[in-house]
């Protein structure tokens, strides 16, 4: 039987990154992934295509309504879905080559196969039939999540879809009704938009990525609304039927009035869930809450010592950059060292166009919170970077505290808000003020000159706004 160190059940990026830290740290480590290839939903049917799909469509977006500003002519643009599909599968195939290449380069032991627990210490492993146990001093749990649903709807899979099936269809919507105006939605949403498709977003809450800032929300919702993306918020969806190639979606509106929705897709967006099937929790008595989390303490153990769970199977913002966090963090937990993770200052994007991208405190947060505080924002338009490329849409919002100056929260929609937000992550994990950013030179001409002048306007001193 092969003993390990520590094995990771899981290979996203919560699961492969641990492994990688463990190996690192001198720890024997296997790794187990339940599909032929590793990376988990965020390289395989997530992060990774869904933002190659974006960038393509940005493209084509580009070459039908910008190009020509530009002085570039050309004629007679199309789009070619077949080939946009394939280059979308080459990238993740690439870089799920590259998880490969980092296993071999640390050295990491994979197992390609489903793993449960026969005990605390040993882990079943069982591929087209076979079982093998090997033997685990430490197990981390890195098994991710899977779409989540209503409960009266069906997923057909062919025209009630999820993101997984949208991102690999055959052809181009005429008209596909999104269910949730969260980050998955609004992405599939903007593609197939861009492609030609009338896209119909229905919203349970009062406002789309109803999570983030309200600034945040009323512009996106405002720039999409422009590109010609539908949206009812405050809709509760209360039937889903399929007829042929019609799907046909009913929603009671504010006022508890039905509203009917046709189209030939139906994207289901509601957010996703833990993935903890069959993984034999129960042989070993991991807890698990009523949402399906498994329960962990401040340092992503479980309530048995030699076992770790960490990404979207624990509490937490589902981010593959969390998990990644939380996998360096348990490695370097097991091996004796004191990490820790400021879950305050893990951002969150939104890869439309324009991206929105925040960390930290809402300024909904703070009020409730009864935080005194202080606002600087400044317009992207104001921007010589962004009259150059066009990209006038969208502002920086800063929230610093009234008598500390330290800042609170960052808020920015605009071009390359999900680069920019990591001046802000920077910035406070080593509580800088505003004015510690207003007296930073930043490169002229750029999008980050939003940042400065935002924190200037915090005292109203921006120079160009």
């Known amino acids: 039987m092969s003993t390990y160190d520590v094995t990771v059940i899981g290979s996203g990026p919560g699961g492969y990154v641990a492994a990688i830290r463990c190996a690192q740290l001198g720890l024997k480590t296997a790794i187990i992934e339940k599909y032929n290839t590793l990376g988990g939903t965020c390289l395989n049917v997530g992060c990774i295509p869904s933002k190659a ?13 910008h190009f020509e500003k530009h002085g570039i002519d050309a ?12 280059r979308k599968n080459e990238v993740v195939s690439q870089t799920c080559a590259g998880i490969d290449f980092l296993m071999d380069k640390n050295k990491i032991t994979v197992y390609n196969g489903f ?5 605390a210490t040993h882990i079943n492993i069982t591929s087209e039939g076979k079982t093998e146990t090997i033997e685990s001093k430490h197990t981390i749990i890195a098994t991710g999540s899977k779409p989540s649903s209503l409960p009266f709807i069906k997923l057909d899979k062919k025209r009630v879809i999820t993101s997984t099936e949208a991102l690999s269809l055959t052809e181009t919507p005429k008209h596909l009704v999104v269910i949730g105006g969260g980050v998955i939605g609004l992405e ?3 593609v197939y938009n861009r492609l030609g498709s009338q896209v119909s977003v229905i919203e349970y809450m009062p406002k789309i990525i109803p999570t983030m800032d309200g600034m945040l929300s009323k512009e996106l919702q405002k720039s999409l609304k422009k590109q010609g993306i539908k949206f009812f918020t405050g809709h509760k969806v209360t039937s889903v039927t399929t007829k042929g190639n019609e799907v046909t979606v009913i929603a009671d509106n504010k006022k508890g009035v039905p509203v009917e929705f046709k189209g030939d897709y139906c994207l289901v967006s509601v957010g996703r869930k833990p993935y903890t099937d069959k993984l034999g929790l129960e042989n070993v008595g991991v807890k698990v809450t009523e949402r399906g989390q498994i329960e962990t303490n401040e340092h992503l153990q479980t309530n048995i010592s030699n076992i770790y769970a960490i990404g979207d199977v624990v509490e937490g913002a589902m981010l593959a950059h969390k998990a990644s966090e939380e996998g360096e963090c348990v490695a370097e937990i097991i091996a004796g060292q004191k990490p820790h993770i400021d879950y305050n200052l893990i951002p969150g994007v939104v890869y439309t ?34 009259r150059a490329s066009m990209d006038l849409e969208g502002q920086v919002k800063v929230l610093a505290h009234a008598e500390t100056d330290e800042i609170l929260g960052m808020h920015i929609i605009g071009a ?19 004015e510690d950013i207003a007296r930073s030179s930043h490169a002229h001409p750029t999008f980050t000159e939003a940042i400065k002048e935002a924190c200037m306007a915090v005292d109203g001193r921006a120079i160009h706004s």
């Open 53 to 65: 799909l974006l960038d393509s469509s940005h493209h084509y977006h580009d070459a039908i309504h």
């Open 115 to 119: 793993g449960s627990f026969k005990d």
């Open 353 to 386: 166009w324009p991206e929105v991208a925040a960390v930290g405190k809402t300024e909904e947060q703070l009020k409730e919170e009864g935080v005194n505080y202080k606002v600087g924002s400044f317009p992207m338009r104001a921007l010589g970077r962004a």
């Open 75 to 86: 004629k007679e643009v199309t789009v070619n879905f077949k080939q946009m599909i394939d």
């Open 416 to 434: 390359r808000a999900a680069d920019m937000i990591a001046e802000a992550v920077i910035a406070m994990e080593f509580r800088a003020s505003s």
């Open 188 to 190: 599939l949403g903007q």
